[in-house]
Nanobody, 117 residues
Framework: QVQLVESGGGLVQPGGSLRLSCAASGSIGTIGDMGWYRQAPGKQREFVASTTRSGSTNYADSVKGRFTISRDNAKNTMYLQMNSLKPEDTAVYYC???????????WGQGTQVTVSS
């Protein structure tokens, strides 16, 4: 059974930094696209950032220049470095991984990020 386990969330002051991690375990096979999404209270889940297996990246306009997504294919792990955090970044952050071959799609359980003074 495939599991995605996120870590690194927490409470941080505005302007601070956090690093999220997402590690896959189980028979996930070769992973293709990986991505981070977030959901704030009362809002729909939204795209944050993604990376292809070759390392190409894409970011939501709201996080460009502040967040950096990266991955370690050998470890089936993805990271999200979040700098210059703002209160509006407060949300539950979810990781997503897709198999390179086929349509299988996996989600983590979510990790809370709270930006507040």
């Amino acid at each position: 059974q495939v599991q995605l386990v996120e870590s690194g969330g927490g409470l941080v002051q505005p302007g601070g930094s956090l690093r999220l991690s997402c590690a896959a375990s189980g028979s996930i096979g070769t992973i293709g696209d990986m991505g981070w999404y977030r959901q704030a209270p009362g809002k729909q889940r939204e795209f944050v950032a993604s990376t292809t297996r070759s390392g190409s990246t894409n970011y939501a306009d709201s996080v460009k220049g502040r967040f950096t997504i990266s991955r370690d294919n050998a470890k089936n792990t993805m990271y999200l470095q979040m700098n210059s955090l703002k209160p509006e970044d407060t949300a539950v952050y979810y990781c997503n991984m897709k198999r390179l071959f086929g349509s299988a799609d996996y989600w983590g359980q979510g990790t809370q990020v709270t930006v507040s003074s």
